[in-house]
């Protein structure tokens, strides 16, 4: 959950509800109105394009670095991309209404929620720099670490289709980078789950765009302190 005073957090949790979030789970439909806004504490979540062929491709991400809703608090009130649970973990529903009362008594909770749409922004870019540019195998290591830092543990369910649903990869150029990075001692991979070995010697063959999301990202956690 966002970094917040303790009365706003206190407020928050008072009256939100925590419940488990299931992989493969829609929590909202592209463009559909926000109810709820949605802190994420363990898994991640994607806002992913539908194009018409039918593939598909992740427009950003949400873990418990911030929260899904951000249109409420940026002039709009639908999702901007179909928001399917990729991770499994759990997350807090605030309704929209709880959520407006927070904003107006708390100046913290607007100004920690628009930093965060700040640092989601620097993401969008380094994604679409990091589409462009970077190899296949770079991609995927980006993710993977993106999810393993929003888990607790080294390992989570997350299946092949998925990553390259997300990507906008061939399955098989999924499982070809996943058993070579397997065979080099990184990670472990069986029947949906992934366990992470070697997490340095992931960050030092992915590409600069990992450390400058994370960048972006520490910014917004000192700056809403």
């Keep these: 959950m966002l970094a917040l005073r303790p009365a706003a957090q206190d407020f928050i949790v008072r009256r939100s509800l925590t419940r488990p979030m299931i992989a493969g789970e829609v929590i909202y439909e592209d463009g559909a109105p926000f109810t709820h806004a949605v802190f994420p504490h363990a898994g991640l979540i994607s806002l992913m394009a539908t194009m018409a062929n039918s593939k598909t491709v992740e427009k950003t991400s949400v873990g418990h670095e911030g929260f899904l809703g951000f249109g409420l608090i940026m002039g709009g009130s639908g999702a901007f991309g179909r928001c399917v649970v990729q991770v499994p973990g759990y997350a807090s529903w605030l309704s929209k209404a709880d959520l407006d009362q927070a904003l107006a008594e708390f100046q913290c909770v607007r100004e920690a929620m628009l ?38 543990g080294d390992n989570f369910d997350l299946t092949q289709q998925v990553l390259a649903e997300v990507l906008g990869l061939r ?22 789950e992934v366990t992470i070995v070697d997490r340095a010697a992931l960050e030092a063959r992915a590409c600069e765009c990992l450390h400058n999301i994370q960048k972006a990202s520490m910014r917004h956690y000192s700056a809403a302190r």
């Design 171 to 192: 399955r098989a150029t999924i499982s070809a980078i996943c058993s070579q990075l397997q065979s080099d001692g990184l990670l472990e991979y069986s029947r949906g």
């Design 115 to 152: 930093k965060y749409a700040k640092s989601l922004i620097a993401q969008l870019m380094e994604t679409v720099a990091c589409n462009s540019l970077h190899s296949a195998e770079q991609r995927v290591i980006r993710w993977l670490l993106t999810a393993h830092d929003s888990v607790s």
